[in-house]
C-alpha cells in the first residue's frame, strides 16, 4: 500500500439577505410568501427607461457587516451590470459590484471544537440584488414569481482557509450570530436569507509527491446539515476520482455541481467553468458611492460587543463552560437579559447581582425552553431580568430547589408578582426547619429499616441505602425538603 495523505481545502461563496424594509434600488416592500408578484414596480421589473435609486439603509448595513468582519471600507465604490440570460431577471443583467466592491480584505474569527479559534480570511464583501424565483409546481410549465427580484443581498467570498464541513460549519454559524447581532439581516435559513457556495478541493500528498484536485463548486445549499453533508460526500468523491482515474487540477478544469438532498450526493452540472462572460460595465443609472469620515463613523458607533467575544467573556468572567456561554450568546436579545440579571441590583442580602451561574441555569434549563414553547425571544416572555436575578438568589441560599424555580418561572410569564412571593403562594418554599425535618426522617427511618441496616453495616450498599432515604424523605415532604439539611440530619441520626 503507497503512502497518502491528504487535506481539504475549502473556500466559501456567502449570500446574505438584508432585512431592510424596501428593495435594493426601488420602493416595494420586501416580503416572504406573499401573493406571487403583488411587489413589483416597474424598477424591479426591469422596464425600459425606469432609474434605480439606491437604498440607503442597504448600504449602511452592508457596510456595518463589512466592519463586524474586519474588512476595509473603500472610499469610493460604484455599481455594475453583470449581464445574463434568465426567466427570473427580466432585465437581462443584475446590478452588483465588480472590480471595486465597497469592501474587502478582512477576516472572520471561528470557534473550534477544541476550544481555541481560528482566522479565516475574507476576500471581500459586496452588495447586489438578487433575481426573482422560477416555480416549477404546476403541470408541465414554469412560473416566475418577481417579489424577490431587487432584494438587497450582501455577498461574502472567504479566502480558501477552511479545512473540514466542522469548520465551514463554524463559519456559517458565526456569520449568522453576527448579522443577526447587528441586525442587519434575519438569517432564516428556512427563508433562504443565508445561501452557501462552499469551493473544495483535496491536496493529496502520495508517495512524496503533491497533487491537487480539481475545484468542485457547488451551488446554492440554505442548510447547516446541507453544508456539511455536501463539503463531506465532495472529499470523499474527489479522492475516489482521483485513485480511480489520477485527475488532477489543470488550468481551468474547476466544475460546478449541485446537492442533491433526497439522496445526499452532489451531482455534477457544469463539467468546465464555461469562459463566462459577464460584460461587466459600470451601470450608467447608478452614481457611484463616496464614503466620508462621518457617515463611517456614524455607522461604527452603531456595532456592539460581537457573539464570540461575549462567549469567551463569559467563560472568563463569569466561570461558565464554553457550552452554556454559546447558548447565552446564540440570539443578542438572550445575551442582553442575562447581563441585565447578573448587573441586577436586588434587595435580598442587599446583594448587587446575583449569581451567574444560577442565573445561567435558571435562563437555559427553564427560560428557553419557554421562550421556544411560546414561539418568541426570552426578554418577550414578561419577567423582568431583576426578578430573574432575585429567583437566582432564592435557589442560591436554598429557599426553593431547582424544581422549585423552574415552575416559579414559568408563573413568572402569567403574573407581575416577585418570584417570592410567588414561592409562599404556590407552596414551593423548602423546608428547611429542622424540627420538622427530623420529624419526616424518623418516620422514614422506621419504616424502612432494611435501608437503615444497609447503611448502618457500612459495606457497598451503604451510599445506595442513604440515597434512597433521602430520596424518601424529600417525596414524603412533596419535594420542599431542603436536600441539604435532610442529608445532614440523616448521616448525623445514622452514624
Ligand atoms: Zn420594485
Ligand atoms: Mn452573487
Not at 409562599?424 to 423548602?430: E, F, G, P, S, V
Request: aromatic letters at 8%; hydrophobic letters at 35%.
Amino acid at each position: 500500500m503507497s503512502d497518502l495523505k491528504y487535506k481539504i481545502i475549502i473556500g466559501l461563496e456567502i449570500h446574505v439577505q438584508l432585512c431592510t424594509k424596501t428593495k435594493m434600488f426601488c420602493g416595494c416592500a420586501l416580503e416572504f410568501a406573499a401573493e406571487p408578484n403583488s411587489r413589483v414596480c416597474p424598477v424591479c421589473l426591469g422596464m425600459p427607461g425606469v432609474l434605480p435609486v439606491m437604498n440607503k439603509k442597504a448600504f449602511e448595513y452592508s457596510v456595518l457587516a463589512a466592519l463586524a468582519l474586519n474588512c476595509e471600507i473603500a472610499s469610493f465604490t460604484k455599481w455594475d451590470r453583470k449581464s445574463y440570460y434568465y426567466p427570473d431577471l427580466p432585465k437581462n443583467y443584475q446590478i452588483s459590484q465588480y472590480d471595486l466592491p465597497f469592501s474587502e480584505k478582512g477576516f472572520i474569527e471561528i470557534p473550534l471544537e477544541s476550544g481555541e479559534s481560528k482566522r479565516i480570511r475574507i476576500t471581500r464583501a459586496h452588495l447586489e440584488e438578487d433575481a426573482g424565483k422560477n416555480l416549477h409546481t404546476a403541470g408541465n410549465f414554469s412560473q416566475v414569481d418577481l417579489n424577490r427580484a431587487g432584494t438587497p443581498l450582501l455577498e461574502i467570498v472567504t479566502e480558501p482557509d477552511m479545512n473540514s464541513a466542522d469548520e465551514v460549519k463554524a463559519l456559517a454559524v458565526e456569520l449568522q450570530r453576527i448579522v443577526r447581532y447587528l441586525g442587519v439581516s434575519e438569517a432564516d435559513m428556512q427563508k433562504g436569507h443565508m445561501r452557501f457556495e462552499p469551493n473544495i478541493n483535496l491536496i493529496i500528498t502520495k508517495d512524496g509527491t503533491e497533487y491537487k484536485t480539481p475545484i468542485a463548486e457547488v451551488k446554492n445549499l440554505n442548510s447547516f446539515r446541507a453544508l456539511e453533508r455536501s463539503i463531506e460526500y465532495e472529499a470523499q468523491r474527489q479522492l475516489d476520482e482521483f485513485l480511480d482515474t489520477g485527475k488532477v487540477m489543470q488550468m481551468g478544469n474547476k466544475s460546478t455541481r449541485g446537492w442533491d438532498d433526497a439522496n445526499q450526493m452532489t451531482v455534477l452540472q457544469r463539467e468546465k467553468e464555461e469562459a463566462h462572460d459577464y460584460r461587466y460595465f459600470p451601470d450608467p443609472d447608478l452614481l457611484p458611492v463616496e464614503m466620508n469620515d462621518a457617515w463611517l463613523d456614524e455607522i461604527k458607533s452603531r456595532l456592539c460587543e460581537l457573539p464570540l467575544q461575549k462567549q469567551i467573556r463569559y467563560v472568563t468572567d463569569y466561570k461558565l463552560s464554553d457550552y452554556d456561554a454559546h447558548v447565552l450568546t446564540a440570539e443578542r436579545s438572550t445575551a442582553e437579559f442575562f447581563e441585565q440579571a447578573v448587573s441586577a441590583t436586588i434587595e435580598q442580602a442587599f446583594i448587587f447581582g446575583g449569581d451567574p451561574k444560577k442565573i445561567c441555569n435558571i435562563i437555559t434549563q427553564a427560560g428557553l425552553k419557554l421562550a421556544h414553547e411560546q414561539n418568541c425571544t426570552l426578554s418577550e416572555l414578561g419577567f423582568t431580568p431583576e426578578n430573574v436575578a432575585r429567583l437566582a438568589r432564592m435557589v442560591e441560599d436554598g429557599y426553593v430547589n431547582a424544581s422549585a424555580a423552574n415552575t416559579i418561572l414559568e408563573e413568572m410569564t402569567k403574573t407581575d408578582k416577585d418570584p417570592q412571593t410567588i414561592a409562599k403562594d404556590m407552596n414551593l418554599i423548602q423546608k428547611s426547619d429542622a424540627g420538622e425535618l427530623e420529624a419526616i426522617v424518623d418516620q422514614v427511618l422506621a419504616d424502612n429499616p432494611k435501608a437503615v441496616e444497609d447503611v448502618k453495616s457500612g459495606g457497598k450498599k451503604a451510599k445506595k441505602a442513604q440515597g434512597f432515604l433521602l430520596g424518601q424523605v424529600i417525596q414524603k415532604s412533596k419535594g420542599q425538603a431542603n436536600p441539604k439539611i435532610v442529608s445532614q440530619i440523616l448521616t448525623k441520626k445514622l452514624s
